[in-house]
Structure formats: C-alpha cells, structure tokens
C-alpha cells in the first residue's frame, strides 16, 4: 500500500542567534485513499513540511518515506524521479509554463514520463475543473483561478500516487474551491491516492478524511 | 526540443532579435573571411594557378621573387628543371592611352608553368611581343588584339589571350616570353635572359647542387610576400575578435533569458521534470539561434558577393565560410553552457519558498 511518513522530523533554520525551528519532531503518515487537510496561519511551516515531505528540502532530523523507501538515502536524480513519477505538486505560484497553451501543459508531461491518465480520464477531469474550453489559451489569457485549476489539472495529469498541495484554492471562489476538494476526495477515494493539501483556508475542513494543524512548526491532528 | 520549439515560436520578438544579432555578426565574419580570402588571393592567384609547389630563388633575396636574380651558375644547373619565371613590375599602356600596372612574367611555353594556363578567350599561344593576360585588364577595357607598350621601353605585346585567376602581390599579370621581358628590362643590351626564380610542381624536386640558391615551398614564399602576413593577421584578429563577441553576447542573452526563466523551471525540476532535458532544451536552443543566425548570414553573404562590383576583393570559399560558421556555432554553444550551469544549480526549493 502506498504511503507516505515523516518520522521525527526536525526542521531548524539558520545558526546561532538567529537560528529558529521551523518543524518541531513532526510525526505524519498519510496513506493511500485518503485525503489530508493541514491547515495552519502563514508563517506556521506548511510549506516546509510540504516540501520536506517531497524530498526537496533534508529535514536536520528525522526520516522521511515514500512506500517505505528512506527519501535520504536517494540520489538527487533518483528523487527527482521519484517525483516525477509518484507525486503531483500543486504549487502557490508559477505554476504554468507561460509560452505553453493549457493543452501544451499536459503534452509537456507526455514528453518526459508515460503512463499518464487515459484520454477519457483526461477530459472527464477536463470536464471537472472546467477547462475543456481554455485547451488553446496561453496562462496569460487565464484568470488566476483558471490557472490554479490548470495547475491542479496538470499535478494529476501524470496520475501520481500522491498528490502534494500547497494553497490549491488560494485563487478559487467557494464554489470551484469546493469542487477541487470534492475532485481530491474523490481522486483519494475511488483511484487510491494519497491527497494531502496544506492551506490556511478552513472551508476545506468537511472534505478532508484527517486534518491536522500547524502551528510555529508543531503538528496537532484535529480529525 | 519541445520547450526550446514552442518558446522560440511564442516570443518571436526576443528570439528574432537574437537571431537578428548572431546573423550580423556572422555576417561581418563571413565578409571579413571573404575579403581576407579574396586580397590574399589577390596575392597568390597566379601561384596557386600555376599548382606550383615549391621555388628555388636566390638565398639572399630574402624569398622574394623580384628581389631574386639566379647566379649563371645555378641557371646552368637548373636548366631544363622546373619553369624558369622572369619578372617585371611595371605599367603597360594600350594604344587608346589607358595604362595599367602589371606584372610582367616571361614563362617558357615547353614548361609547366604555361601548360597549366587556362585561356579565357584568345589563344593559348604565346610567341615574342604576344601576351596572355589577366582578366582584370579585359574589365578595365582592354581588348583582345590590342597593343600594350610597356612603359619606359620600347617594347610593346599583342594581347593573344586572357587568362583568370592571374595576380601576382595584388597586380594582374601579364604572360609573356622571357625573352620579351629581357628585351623589356635590358632595352636588348643583354644578351641572357635574366631569371628570377624557378617553380616546381612537386615539393622536393630533384636538384643538382646549388650555390647561391635555395628551394622554398610555395607557402614560404607567398607568407614572405611583402604585407601579406599583416593582413593574414589583421583580418584572422579581427574574426577572433568577433567569435569573442559571439560567446559574449549568446552567453549575456542566454543568461539573462534563463534567470528570467528560473521560477519555471523551478517548479518543473520540483514536479520531477529531470534537470537533463531543460538542459538539453536550453543548449537545443542556443544551437536553433546559432544555427539561424548563420544560415541566414551564408545566404546573404553570397548575395552580397555576387552583386558586389568586381573591383572588392572578395572571394567565398564554401569550406572557408561553413568552417567559420561552425566556429560561430560551436562558440554560441560555449556561451549556453554558462546558463546551463545555473539550470543545474537551481534547487527548486529557493524558488517554492519556505
């Protein structure tokens, strides 16, 4: 069964005087077919868990595993593949390649990795996110809604395992915010995956299966 | 490819403008090649006409044809060996008045030297008081048939024939009889027929024992022509010159592209997108507008030499350009790796933010 866990991790910035602890002995796993909400105020280490989670960041303490592989003891290469091929990142900000069309996003997916969602799995998500009439416009012809929702598109065009968001409704109205959580909770559900979405916005909290808070780099489960 | 393609199609200005800028300075050192080649042809055409390999001259001359008198001694060994060269520099004047300056070189027919002529027009004959000449006389007005005085004597030659590919250190020749030219040099009070030099098809001929002379290869001879190593140097110094400034400016440009990409391919390199193929697209393009850039100059370029007037000196050679625009290429590529550098050193992190 896939998952994903964080064993005492530790993450401490800067040294001396200056040096602060961003992650304080974090314990997390999250596990296939379920959807994950950490919520926490800006500042609070959202993105540093996220990221650490991913294998771009070393954590000064602790371990961390994808499907029980020990991310540390990886390559820089054999985690950027791992990445490519287990995990969709939906990101904050410059999500979107901006010389490509929306429909140029995913075909730049297809030229580094195969095995991507099936033509009829790609437009019903198409359908989902409603961007099946935005295939030929360029990101800066896009709301920064659309472009999230492009983003979010793109994260499960690859059909990862796991899917890591940071702040994926930052730009979305309630409706569109809701119907990504509903399409997370679903992904989570009916094909397996593991969804964990780091985010200060709470009207996510009745989609996600656990949600946990962060607070100065402590992690408290709520759900 | 793909990354390189789209965003070359999609910021067609930027990239036109590159494109702009590799084609002018590939441009200026195409030109610059041919007028290089053409004025150095303009010095050894007649030499390279001749397919002559190698030169016996008088060892104090200093390998200068003119300056080069073969002693009676060496003249006695070397008969019947080689084609014998006796030369004039001067000007000839045809009977309109129309005066030119050539070199006068007096060939014997039964030697190589006149066996490897190409005539143009006329006939490939040559007897006393005739002369094949360059095609460069034919272009300022001279014509077969007319009479050429040359100056200060009383000689005077029948044009028979023009010839191509015929200067010798930047002047039209003039093929004639050595006796014609003994008559022309020595107002016919000598007797011998002066030689200036003697020309060998093959690199190491065999020779009899020489005293005051000395066998030089072909290229000796043309690098010791007066001027032509500074110009060799100044135009090679000058390409140099503008190579540098290829790497300089693909690698400025390239840079700056790149750093303005690096958000991008921050989150393409967190989302697992290998370093390798942004690698491989960066340097896709830079050989893309490199590639263009000189394309564009090579068609241009041999537009300009066919519509230029003859008098420019300049001559494409194919291998010569496509060797400098291989340079072009391989410097714009050198310029892409320093880009490159910061691709690979990108941690996706910096740019995700903590």
């Given amino acids: ?223 | 490819m793909f990354l390189a393609i789209k965003e070359m199609k999609h910021e067609k200005l930027r990239y036109g403008l590159m494109i702009g800028m590799i084609f002018l300075v590939s441009y200026l050192v195409f030109i610059l090649t041919g007028l290089s080649n053409g004025l150095s042809n303009l010095n050894r055409a007649a030499v390279d006409s001749w397919q002559a390999q190698s030169i016996v001259l008088n060892k104090d001359a200093q390998i200068n044809l003119p300056q080069s008198v073969i002693s009676n001694r060496d003249r006695q060994v070397l008969k019947n060996k080689g084609a014998q060269i006796s030369l004039l520099s001067g000007l000839v004047q045809n009977q309109a008045g129309k005066k030119d300056s050539a070199q006068i070189v007096g060939i014997k027919t039964n030697q190589f030297i006149f066996k490897r002529l190409k005539v143009t027009s006329g006939t490939k004959e040559l007897h006393s008081k005739q002369a094949i000449v360059a095609s460069a006389f034919k272009t300022d007005g001279f014509k077969l048939g007319d009479t050429l005085k040359i100056a200060n004597t009383q000689v005077k030659v029948k044009i028979v024939g023009f010839t191509n590919n015929a200067t010798l250190n930047m002047v039209p020749v003039v093929y004639t009889t050595p006796k014609t030219v003994n008559l022309a040099k020595y107002d016919g009070q000598q007797t011998t027929t002066l030689v200036n030099g003697v020309a060998f098809a093959s690199k190491k001929p065999t020779l009899g024992t020489l005293k005051d002379s000395k066998l030089y290869s072909a290229e000796q001879y043309i690098n010791k022509m007066p001027g032509n190593r500074a110009q060799t140097l100044t135009f090679n110094f000058m390409i140099g010159f503008l190579m540098v400034i290829i790497l300089i400016v693909i690698a400025i440009f390239l840079y700056i592209l790149t750093m303005q990409k690096l958000p991008n391919f921050g989150v393409l390199k967190a989302q697992g997108l290998p370093t390798s193929y942004l690698v491989k697209n960066t340097l896709l393009q830079a050989a893309l507008l490199a590639v263009s850039g000189v394309l564009i100059a090579l068609g241009l370029v041999l537009i300009t030499a066919a519509i230029l007037p003859a008098i420019v000196p300049i001559k494409i050679q194919i291998t010569m350009i496509l060797l400098s625009g291989l340079a072009i290429i391989g410097m714009a590529m050198l310029g892409a790796l320093i880009p490159v550098r910061e691709i690979i050193k990108l941690d996706p992190y910096q740019i995700i933010g903590g």
């Fill in chain 1, 1 to 223: 069964m896939a998952n994903l866990e964080l064993q005492d991790v530790k993450k401490v910035y800067g040294t001396g005087s200056s040096q602060y602890e961003a992650l304080t002995q974090i314990n997390f796993k999250a596990n296939q077919g379920e959807t994950i909400l950490i919520v926490g105020p800006s500042g609070s280490g959202k993105t540093t868990f996220l990221t650490i989670a991913a294998g771009l960041q070393t954590p000064s303490a602790g371990t961390v595993k994808i499907d029980d592989k020990v991310l540390g003891t990886m390559s820089v290469k054999q985690q950027s593949q791992l990445r490519l091929h287990k995990i969709g990142f939906v990101l904050q900000a410059y999500n979107l390649v901006p010389y490509l069309t929306v429909q140029e996003q995913f075909t730049l997916v297809d030229k580094v990795k195969t095995a991507n969602l099936t033509a009829s799995k790609f437009n019903e998500m198409l359908a989902i996110l409603g961007l099946t009439p935005l295939l030929d416009k360029y990101p800066n012809q896009l709301s920064g809604g659309q472009q999230q929702r492009v983003a979010i598109a793109r994260a499960l065009y690859g059909d990862p395992s796991f899917i890591l968001a940071d702040e994926p409704t930052a730009s979305l109205d309630t409706e569109r915010a809701i119907a990504v959580m509903q399409l997370f909770s679903q992904l989570a559900h009916l094909a397996h995956k593991a969804v964990i979405v780091v985010t200060h916005d709470t009207r996510l909290e009745d989609y996600a299966d656990h949600v946990y808070e962060l607070v100065d780099g402590v992690m408290h489960r709520l759900k």
